[in-house]
């Protein structure tokens, strides 16, 4: 699964890549359109018709991938929510074909991270224009993520918002969701990092991260890059509601350090928890549990981005992106 420099994705260099399209039906609102708006960006930029694979509740996409990079697919475009994009990225990571996402959904970590919000103009732009970087990602036990996985608070939010809230509201209605948690009893954790011996916290939440922008593109942890080898973990200790407010304004702010937050780093992090905790992957929840573990795997995706330079935050020229892509999506509709 790691990559490594020698390496370069099969598009680089080729101005017509073959593609395909792995969207989840239920976050488009007209398919058809989508498809028609897709298909003609892609052809004015001189690339072939992409081949297009819808989700089930059965696949959320990782099947669908891995039938595209069989297919011969050199770009694949996630069109989704977080769970559409954390299964293409565990279906790419470890291959040359590269992942672009197109974010259709009210809460994608990915897309925040890269500046895309739910812009189809500007996540087509940064396909097209094909800045790539070869990202790491962090691995749990058959699943990637690219942006973070965590156990505790921060998965007990995504757990009490609503869909409904959140195709009204946006990103705004986690904030309503955290309030419903934010005087929980905390969790008694071990946190083991490569094997070392544990440290015991008692902890809101646990977050294992490989960048560090939330939703709203709050910076959780500044230091956290994408292709550094290394996974920032981030234990939230807040046991009051100053204590969450006080955190909350340094994020705003960002000067110095964050109170209630201490940030480790490891290749391999083991959690524990005294009882069963939600737990989340990129965004996107999975099954309960009272541990979680990853692992580093260096340089595994290849990630179309605004700007291909070795910057820590992926979304540099992410808005003159969107405003060239305005212009691609109008003239795909024929604007």
Same mark, same amino acid.
């Given at each position: 699964?790691?990559?490594?420099?020698?390496k370069r994705p099969?598009t680089?260099?080729?101005p017509?890549?073959?593609?395909a399209v792995v969207?989840?039906?239920?976050?488009?609102t007209?398919l058809?359109?989508?498809?028609?708006?897709?298909? #003609? @960006?892609?052809?004015?930029?001189?690339?072939?018709?992409p081949?297009?694979?819808?989700?089930?509740?059965e696949d959320?996409g990782r099947?669908q991938t891995?039938?595209?990079?069989?297919a011969g697919?050199? &770009?694949?475009?996630?069109? #989704?929510?977080?769970?559409?994009v954390? @299964?293409c990225?565990t279906a790419?990571?470890?291959?040359?074909?590269?992942?672009?996402?197109?974010?259709?959904?009210?809460?994608? $970590? $990915?897309?925040?991270?890269l500046? $895309?919000?739910?812009?189809? #103009? /500007? #996540?087509?732009?940064v396909? %097209?224009?094909r800045?790539?970087?070869?990202?790491d &990602?962090?691995?749990?036990?058959d699943?990637?993520?690219a942006v973070?996985?965590g156990?505790?608070f921060d998965?007990?939010?995504?757990d /009490?918002?609503?869909?409904?809230?959140?195709? +009204?509201i946006?990103?705004?209605?986690?904030?309503?969701g955290?309030?419903?948690?934010l005087?929980d *009893?905390?969790?008694?954790?071990? %946190?083991?990092?490569?094997g070392?011996?544990?440290?015991?916290?008692r902890?809101?939440?646990?977050?294992?991260?490989?960048?560090?922008?939330?939703?709203?593109?709050?910076?959780? $942890?500044?230091d956290?890059?994408?292709?550094?080898?290394?996974?920032?973990?981030?234990?939230?200790?807040?046991?009051?509601?100053?204590?969450?407010? @006080?955190? @909350?304004?340094?994020?705003?702010?960002?000067?110095?350090?964050?109170?209630?937050?201490? &940030?480790l780093?490891?290749r *391999?992090?083991? %959690?524990?928890?005294?009882?069963?905790q939600? +737990?989340q992957l990129?965004g996107d929840l999975?099954e309960?549990?009272?541990?979680?573990?990853?692992e %580093?795997?260096?340089?595994?995706?290849?990630?179309?981005?605004?700007?291909?330079e070795?910057?820590?935050?992926?979304? &540099?020229? /992410?808005?003159? /992106?969107?405003? +060239?892509?305005?212009?691609?999506v109008?003239?795909?509709?024929?604007?």
């Amino acid at each position: 699964m790691d990559g490594g420099d020698e390496k370069r994705p099969v598009t680089a260099d080729n101005p017509a890549p073959r593609s395909a399209v792995v969207v989840n039906p239920t976050k488009v609102t007209d398919l058809d359109d989508f498809r028609r708006t897709v298909n #003609g @960006a892609l052809d004015a930029a001189g690339w072939p018709e992409p081949v297009w694979f819808e989700t089930t509740m059965e696949d959320p996409g990782r099947g669908q991938t891995e039938t595209a990079v069989k297919a011969g697919a050199e &770009v694949v475009f996630a069109c #989704g929510g977080d769970g559409t994009v954390m @299964a293409c990225v565990t279906a790419l990571a470890g291959t040359d074909v590269a992942l672009a996402v197109l974010p259709q959904g009210t809460g994608n $970590l $990915l897309a925040a991270n890269l500046g $895309l919000s739910n812009d189809l #103009g /500007a #996540g087509l732009q940064v396909a %097209i224009e094909r800045g790539m970087r070869r990202l790491d &990602v962090g691995a749990v036990g058959d699943r990637c993520f690219a942006v973070m996985a965590g156990m505790g608070f921060d998965a007990q939010m995504l757990d /009490a918002t609503s869909e409904t809230t959140k195709k +009204r509201i946006g990103w705004p209605a986690y904030l309503m969701g955290a309030a419903r948690h934010l005087r929980d *009893r905390p969790m008694r954790v071990s %946190i083991r990092l490569d094997g070392r011996p544990p440290l015991r916290r008692r902890a809101r939440s646990v977050l294992i991260a490989n960048v560090g922008r939330l939703q709203g593109g709050v910076r959780l $942890l500044t230091d956290a890059e994408p292709d550094d080898g290394w996974l920032d973990v981030a234990v939230l200790t807040p046991r009051t509601l100053g204590h969450w407010l @006080a955190m @909350a304004w340094a994020l705003v702010r960002r000067r110095g350090s964050v109170p209630r937050m201490e &940030v480790l780093r490891a290749r *391999r992090v083991e %959690i524990t928890s005294n009882r069963a905790q939600p +737990r989340q992957l990129d965004g996107d929840l999975v099954e309960p549990g009272r541990s979680l573990k990853a692992e %580093i795997r260096p340089e595994s995706l290849w990630l179309c981005v605004p700007r291909p330079e070795r910057d820590p935050d992926l979304s &540099v020229d /992410a808005d003159a /992106a969107a405003e +060239r892509g305005e212009r691609l999506v109008e003239q795909a509709r024929g604007e």
